[in-house]
């Protein structure tokens, strides 16, 4: 399709370029306006399915949770504190379990 001229256009906020008036994603900048975030690094979230992943992870591997976890807690923003948060909780308990499981072996 070259048949595109005429359309309206108005300058990415982010980088400065002229681009398509109802374009969601910045072409140059990858800047995105479905999200209305202020923040001028804002990065978006992992998915909820990689959120998920992590938390089995933290769980079943506790020092890698706790890592991870300590990661995100010292970010600024409340959805990677609470996810590091989370990781964090899911350690302590699958250090926990796996202490229980130590202590179990060794008195059997
Ligand atoms: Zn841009």
Redesign the pocket.
Known sequence: MEATGGQQQRN?V????A?AWDANV?P????DYRLQMMAPQAQPMMSEGVKVVIYIISLLVWFVGIVIGAIYYTKPDAESKEFGKMCLILAVLGMLLWAFCIIMGAIL
């Open positions: 990415c982010s980088c400065g370029r681009i910045c140059y900048c990858g800047r």
